[in-house]
Every structure is written in structure tokens, then in C-alpha cells.
């Protein structure tokens, strides 16, 4: 858990109440919204959200299920369609096949006497030609043509003989010629639509194209087209207005008359039937007529034929489809009115229950941020709410013991250290270490103190000892322990500045300054010593299971031990490793090798010139 910031003086707890009070009278942040305000935007975006939703998916739904509906209308319509038209063609059909496979015509044919192949067609078609009106089924034919085996259309000697009063060639022979063609390659009979001109006016025919066939021979040798008016009898009787699209033209009473907007519906249906035409497929498409929306649908009619493309085209009223969707829409914006004043009447009193608690813990948490380690706030409920404000006053109770520990664990450890064992930065067991170490001790402390009283003799340790670790600190170094009138430094662990032997150094030269300015007004004047040692050590913390210590260990540190109890008074002794890293910038002289307690060989020592650091550029 994160500690809180540290006081260096306690300062006085509030009670409950005047944490409630303040939280009570807290003002809002300026320029954010309150939690209120937050809920009840909550509830309603919440609110809208679902109805937005709903009506999106009632809008798709009903759309789908009229869409569903409306297709399998205009299928049935359209299969009806087709059911008749091959009702009303049925009789032509055999007729025209039987014809085509007439010993007469096929000999006719074989001659190219066109004058006698209409002749022909004539007699054997006149119950075809001139059929009754009245009796139902087809209208009488309007035209026939006789083509040769390559599809080339024979003109007929007269327009009585064509039926068809067409001056010139007529543009829909060459459209005959080329389902014919097909029609003899595949000797079966091509179905389709032509709009020849009759009159004034161009007329829907429903065109039989059938190959003329030599039994004998096995062979179509030519072919006989013949075309009828496309009537239906009762168009009314559809269940949706329809009618046929051929080239850039709808045929249709229905669409043409009973249904407004016609010219529009041609454009549209001239905008998309061509592409629907290159992948001969169905579909259907939106249109808005005289303001009233409708859905178009289409159908190929006879894919197979030769003949121009031709489309089945269906109009379907989406009026009652979007009434439909007017009134779901109309009910479902009325219970989300209800819905929504009844969540901002709820979200308003979960709120007001609400705010009174939070605000109690902001400014409790806010006097925690000052410092104030003692604030409570009151646990009034049982609920949620209330298990934070239980959770946050052990929180403030688990801060301040731990601000006690860290208090006391600064008194009795270096800060560095006490802060990087907090952080976790340093290891709980050994690690080795580049070090320098630095013992000093007072000269002469044993005879001094048996004259002073031991609360004098506390006194000025304690003034003694301040003095010489702040001087540490300022070098970065950290103050290992004390030893009665010892004090142990390390520089270089649990971090290093780089360059610790120097810092060392300049720490000892300090010191000695530091003592000499203190001896001119303290009583009795001390006298010290110093030794410094570099080199590997074993760093870590140290001790038992219930008691540890941040310590270094190793021949480095029973070296430097050793050179400040050699040390003179106001004398600062370093070894040769300490003395190779600080060459150049501090000045120092040999002194005769020792034999130290703990070393097999003599050590080599020199001693800090004057106990000051010569600086070089």
C-alpha cells in the first residue's frame, strides 16, 4: 500500500461530524458535473439508447416481415402469370409446331417459293390468324413471318399475307431473325415479347418463334415466327398491379392508369433494369410515386428466348407498411417517455442516498492528502456504500501505523535505505558490491567520558554524531551504524554516484574541518580519526528473522576498521585502492606499510594531506 505523506508534527484528528459536515458544505468542483448530474445523464442516455435501439430493430423487423410478404406475393403473381401465358399459348404452340413440320411447308421451303410458303401458312394458321375473341384465351394474330435456314427473314408478297401494317422493313424483324437463328440451332420453339408498331401505336405481342424441321432430312431448315397480342382479359383481377417491361417501355393498364407517377416509374425502372438484364436476375427496389412510397419488383420472363429481355414488373404500396411503423414508433416513444421520467425520478433518489456518503469520503480522503492521518467518516449503512467507508477508515488506520513504522524506521535506519527497502529496491539477501567504506571514531573517548555524566556524555555524541552524518548524506554516502563513539559509512550501495572513493574522501576532509569548527565552542574539545577502504564487499540486510540490518561485509571493511583505529588524531588514512582511485585530485603521502590484525602482509597506507581536498583542474 502506498504510504501517504509524512508530518513531521501530529496534528489534530477531526471527529466524524465535522468530516460529515465538510463533505456536506463541500463545493463542486468547478467546471465538472456532479455525480447527480453524471447519473441522471447515465439514465437517460441508457433511456435513449434503448429506444433508438428498439425502434431500429421494430423499423427492421417490420420492414423484413413486409418485405417477406410483398415477395412471396409478387412471386405467386408472377408465377400465375407464367401459368396463364402458357395457358394461352398451349393451343397456338402445337398448332405452329405441327405447321413447321408440314410436308408442304418444309417442301415450300426447300423450293423458296415465299409467295406459296405464306400461302401455306395461311391456310394451315387461319384457325391461328383469326381466332375469336370471344371464345377467350388468345387475341387473333397480328403478324408472321416464314425465315430461311440462316435466320433471314423471307418478306412476305403482301401485307395481307404479313398481317402486320408496318411500311418499309419493320425494326423488330432483324430481333425475329435472331431468335429464329437460335431457334434452329436448337430446333426447340423460342417464347418471348415484341412491340411492333400497329397503327399508330406500338403494341405488346407475345412472339411463338418454332424451327421448320425436314423429317426426312433430320434438319431445320428454317423457321416460322408468329406473334399475338399480349391482353390479359382481367388485369384487375391481380393482386398487385403489374405489367411488362420491354426495351425502354412499361406495358401495363394498371401501372399506366391506376397508379400515378408513371413517368418516374419508367425512369427508374430505365436506370436499373439494364444491369439487372446483364445478370438476368430478379430483385426489387424503393420508389417514392406522387409522394406515396412503393416497392418495385421484377422478374425475367422467358431467359432462354432469343428475343429482346423482357421483365414481369410488380408495384406493391409500402403506405400501410409505414403507418405500421409510424404507430409501433408513436407507442414505443410513449412508454420510453414513461420509462425515462420514471428513471430520472429514481436516479434523483439514488443519488441524493448517494451523494451524502461520497462526499463524506472525498473530504475525508482530502484531509488524508493533507496529511491528517487520523479523518474517519461515518458508517451509516449496511450496504455497498457502506463496506467503502469501512474500507477507507481501515485504510486510514492502516496508514497511519505504517507512517509510525516509517517514522521510526527512518530513526533507526539511513533514509536512503529505509526508502528503497520500502520500494522494494533492494534485495533481502547478499549482493556484491564495489564499495568504499569509512570508519570514524573519537580519540581518547574511554577516558573522557568516565569524567562527564552519562546524560552529558549522551549530549554530545548525539551532536557529535548529527554534525558527521549530515556530512555523509550531503556525499551521498549512507551511515551503516553506530558503535558507541564509531560511526560506519558506506558509499556505493545500495547506489553508487560513480566516483565513491572521492566522495569518501571529501566526506573525511569534512569531518575533520567539521570537528575543528565545532571544537571552538564545544566542552571539552574532541579529537577524531578516520579510515577508508575500497573494494569488493558483500552487501545486504543482515541479521536474524525478527531483526535485520542493510550492512556490507567483507576484507574491505575489517581494512578500513583497522586504518581509523591507526589513524592520528585529525588524521584521515586511506589504502592503495582508494588512494589509485582519487590520484590527481587529492593530495596524498605514503606513510610506513602496517602490519594490520586479520592481514598476513604488510598494507600499504598513506594519509590524506592535511585532512583536505586539493582540487585539480
Not at 441508457?46 to 425502434?55: K, Q, R, S
Not at 396463364?84 to 418444309?106: G, T, Y
Not at 585502492?577 to 602496517?594: C, D, K, L, Y
Request: hydrophobic content about 50%.
Amino acid at each position: 500500500m502506498t504510504i501517504a505523506s509524512r508530518t513531521s508534527a501530529p496534528v489534530a484528528s477531526p471527529t466524524d461530524s465535522s468530516v460529515a459536515a465538510a463533505a456536506d458544505t463541500a463545493p463542486t468542483t468547478r467546471g465538472t458535473l456532479s455525480f447527480r448530474a453524471k447519473l441522471l445523464l447515465a439514465m437517460m442516455l441508457v433511456v435513449a439508447a434503448v429506444t433508438t435501439t428498439t425502434l431500429a430493430v421494430t423499423r427492421r423487423f417490420v420492414e423484413r416481415a413486409y418485405a417477406r410478404v410483398t415477395r412471396e406475393r409478387f412471386a405467386a403473381e408472377a408465377d400465375a402469370f407464367a401459368a396463364l401465358q402458357e395457358a394461352r399459348l398451349a393451343a397456338a404452340r402445337s398448332r405452329v409446331r405441327n405447321l413447321a413440320r408440314s410436308v408442304r411447308l418444309v417442301a415450300a421451303v426447300n423450293e423458296r417459293d415465299v409467295a406459296l410458303l405464306y400461302k401455306i401458312a395461311v391456310d394451315e394458321l387461319r384457325n391461328v390468324l383469326e381466332l375469336d375473341p370471344d371464345a377467350g384465351g388468345l387475341a387473333p394474330a397480328t403478324f408472321f413471318r416464314v425465315l430461311d435456314g440462316g435466320g433471314t427473314v423471307l418478306p412476305p408478297p403482301s401485307q395481307q399475307a404479313g398481317l402486320v401494317d408496318d411500311p418499309g422493313r419493320p425494326r423488330w424483324e432483324p430481333q425475329v431473325a435472331a431468335a429464329a437463328r437460335a431457334a434452329i440451332d436448337d430446333r426447340v420453339q423460342h417464347i418471348g415479347y415484341l412491340d411492333p408498331r400497329v397503327g399508330d401505336r406500338r403494341v405488346l405481342h407475345e412472339v411463338i418463334v418454332t424451327p421448320i424441321v425436314d423429317r426426312f432430312a433430320d434438319k431445320a431448315i428454317g423457321a416460322l415466327a408468329i406473334g399475338f397480342p399480349a391482353e390479359e382479359r382481367d388485369p384487375a383481377a391481380a393482386r398487385i398491379p403489374r405489367g411488362v417491361w420491354l426495351g425502354r417501355r412499361l406495358y401495363s393498364p394498371t401501372l399506366d392508369t391506376a397508379r400515378g407517377g408513371a413517368r418516374r416509374l419508367r425512369a427508374e425502372l430505365r436506370a436499373r433494369l439494364p444491369a439487372a438484364a446483364a445478370a438476368a436476375a430478379s430483385g426489387d427496389f424503393d420508389v417514392v410515386l406522387q409522394d406515396h412510397p412503393y416497392r418495385v419488383f421484377y422478374r425475367p420472363l422467358h431467359e432462354e428466348s432469343r428475343l429482346p429481355p423482357a421483365y414481369l414488373v410488380g408495384l406493391h404500396s409500402l403506405a400501410a407498411a409505414r403507418d405500421e411503423q409510424r404507430r409501433l414508433r408513436d407507442a414505443i416513444l410513449r412508454v420510453a417517455a414513461v420509462a425515462l421520467l420514471l428513471g430520472l425520478a429514481a436516479s434523483m433518489l439514488l443519488a441524493r442516498t448517494l451523494a451524502v456518503p461520497l462526499r463524506a469520503l472525498v473530504a475525508g480522503a482530502g484531509a488524508i492528502a493533507r496529511g491528517d492521518l487520523s479523518a474517519r467518516v461515518a458508517v451509516r449503512r449496511r450496504d455497498e456504500v457502506g463496506h467503502v467507508a469501512a474500507a477507507f477508515n481501515e485504510m486510514a488506520a492502516g496508514l497511519a501505523l505504517k507512517e509510525r513504522y516509517r517514522s521510526v524506521l527512518d530513526v533507526i535506519a539511513d533514509k536512503a535505505v529505509a526508502e528503497r527497502l520500502l520500494a522494494g529496491a533492494i534485495a533481502l539477501g547478499g549482493e556484491t558490491k564495489d564499495v568504499t567504506v569509512l570508519f570514524c571514531d573519537i580519540r581518547g573517548f574511554t577516558a573522557l567520558s568516565e569524567r562527564m555524566a552519562p546524560h552529558d556524555v549522551i549530549v554530545m555524541l548525539n551532536e557529535h554524531m548529527t554534525a558527521l552524518t549530515a556530512i555523509v548524506h550531503a556525499h551521498h554516502g549512507i551511515v551503516d551504524k553506530f558503535v558507541g563513539d564509531a560511526l560506519m559509512a558506506i558509499f556505493g550501495a545500495p547506489t553508487t554516484t560513480g566516483d565513491d572513493a572521492l566522495a569518501a574522501v571529501e566526506a573525511a576532509c569534512e569531518m575533520i574541518d567539521a570537528r575543528r569548527r565545532l571544537n571552538a565552542t564545544a566542552s571539552p574539545p574532541l579529537e577524531i580519526g578516520v579510515g577508508i577502504a575500497s573494494g569488493a564487499a558483500v552487501a545486504g540486510c543482515m541479521g536474524s528473522a525478527q531483526r535485520m540490518n542493510y550492512t556490507v561485509l567483507g576484507e574491505r571493511v575489517n581494512l578500513a576498521a583497522r586504518l581509523c583505529a591507526h589513524a592520528g588524531r585529525m588524521e584521515v588514512l586511506i589504502d592503495d585502492a582508494t588512494r589509485t582511485r582519487v590520484t590527481g585530485r587529492v593530495g596524498v603521502e605514503p606513510v610506513a606499510s602496517m602490519r594490520l590484525k586479520g592481514f598476513a602482509d604488510p598494507v600499504d597506507v598513506y594519509r590524506v594531506r592535511n585532512a583536505a581536498v586539493e582540487s585539480v583542474a
